[in-house]
Nanobody, 125 residues
Framework: QVQLVESGGGLVQAGGSLRVSCTASGRAFSMYVMGWFRQAPGKEREFVAAIRWRSGSTYYADSVKGRFTISRDKDKNTVYLQMNSLKPQDTAVYYC??????????????????WGQGTQVTVSS
């Protein structure tokens, strides 16, 4: 089992920055891909970014490319999502996810076995 705990959400003005974190515990060493998803009220959960734990390769949704950066700290079993130039449409609950596999479609929620509880990010206009 793997437990994921997010932190760092909050309220920020448009154009501002925020960093959310996700710390994994349990069998965290068995994870191959970590991802961030978000879900706004009345909408489906959508892919934001992913990182391959060993290589550090990163992937982004077009809507956040150039503004968000995903990174990881292997020693702390923590993945970060640095969000810059935030827009009101970035407002959502942000979820961390972990997958014990390296092959598949990382932008689908079904690729991931473990999920955090989510952290609210609100961007005011």
């Amino acid at each position: 089992q793997v437990q994921l705990v997010e932190s760092g959400g909050g309220l920020v003005q448009a154009g501002g920055s925020l960093r959310v974190s996700c710390t994994a515990s349990g069998r965290a060493f068995s994870m191959y891909v970590m991802g961030w998803f978000r879900q706004a009220p009345g909408k489906e959960r959508e892919f934001v970014a992913a990182i391959r734990w060993r290589s550090g390769s990163t992937y982004y949704a077009d809507s956040v490319k150039g503004r968000f950066t995903i990174s990881r700290d292997k020693d702390k079993n923590t993945v970060y999502l640095q969000m810059n130039s935030l827009k009101p449409q970035d407002t959502a609950v942000y979820y961390c996810a972990a997958a014990p596999r390296d092959i598949g479609d990382y932008y689908f929620t079904s690729f991931y076995d473990y999920w955090g509880q989510g952290t609210q990010v609100t961007v005011s206009s």
